[in-house]
């Protein structure tokens, strides 16, 4: 992207075309202590209020800055930088980094070690890039204290409550409302498809593990929806195009609401995955249509539970996972209660505390 002045016009240009960029919408960006907030980077006056014939008097362009005279007496420069970045339809800071997709052959992934100011550090940047890039983190030695797991999310973002709390115990109890809380093993699933936004990211704080058991599962549902679009385009697509209903029933509330099993984004690419099949209601459909659709969720299910895109390991003590709820699926294998207790806390965070953290570390270290 470049930025040209023709005289007293100024132009953006991608190679392909070039287009002359409005003065009015310069002028909404100029800068200095009159009309930014320099903390809060809000403009200290209302573009509304402006005369709609705004135009550029005289304007000057360097390698680094655009100083414009506008015809109401304000002169400003502007950064380059932030007029081309303000030219891109993705996010620079998060959504191009690349997802990479894998397997059961996924290995070598680092982990992370929690240490003092971990919080605020590049340590933390690095840490949301690889989240980003594998939908999944771990980190190692988090103080094995409860309820710990909320001030680590907190220092992100902000915790997203539900029905189940601000955090939740995950192990076995007595009258369970979900089964995670039993020693059975999980199927791959994503939690909460029922909710509406499904919360984005869950954390989960290991704080005892004595059974030989109660292994974690996780199955990159990118991975498996590119393969399956390869492999079985018209199963793909109509998992894309039905939406099913998901429905959660507990003592004092009833969740529910409807969606597809894929979900894509404006130009047809992931968006999100849902899945959790003791809890969705397929609709009533073209008897032809409901077997199409009948078949293309047995094949999902089939690669969900596939040995061939299925990672399984042991959260230790001191361990705390971080993983995409709309990209991921998670399960765990049963275990036996009588060989001693499996304690996890849970929370949920959304993607605007990751993305927002990156943001400012990006800033705070010049990235």
Known sequence: MKIELIENKVYFSNGSEKKEIHPFWLRER?????????????????????????????????????????????????????????????????KTIQK??????????????????????????????????????IIKNIPNTKNYIVKFANSIGSVRRTNFGEYFDVK??????????????????????????VPCIQLLHCIESKVSGGLSTLVDGFTVTEDLKKEYPEFYKILNEVKVRFRFIDK????????PLIELNDDKSFKQVRFSPRLDFVPILDKNKLELYYQARK????????????????????DLMMMDNHRLLHGRTSYKTKEGERYLQGCYIDYDSTEGKLRHLKRKFNL
């Open 100 to 137: 990479i997709k894998w397997d059961s052959s996924l290995n070598n992934i680092k982990n992370f070690e929690f240490k003092e100011n971990f919080y605020d550090s590049k340590e933390m940047h690095d840490l949301l890039v690889s989240f980003y890039k594998y939908g999944f983190v």
């Open 299 to 318: 094949k999902i299910s089939e690669m969900y539970n596939s040995d061939k895109y299925r990672i399984e390991f042991k959260l230790e003590p001191k």
């Open 172 to 197: 076995s109890k007595p009258n369970p409302n979900d089964l995670a809380y039993t020693s059975l093993a999980l199927a791959p699933h994503t939690d909460n498809p029922y909710r509406n936004p």
């Open 30 to 94: 100029v800068t200095g202590e009159k009309y930014l907030d320099k903390g809060t980077q809000q403009r200290l006056f209302d573009p509304t209020s402006l005369n709609n014939d705004i135009s550029i008097n005289k304007a000057f362009i360097d390698e680094k800055y655009l100083e414009i005279d506008f015809n109401d007496g304000v002169n400003s420069k502007i950064e380059i930088d932030k007029i081309t970045s303000e030219f891109s339809s993705e996010d620079i800071v998060v």
């Open 252 to 259: 004092d509330v009833v969740l529910e609401t409807i969606s």
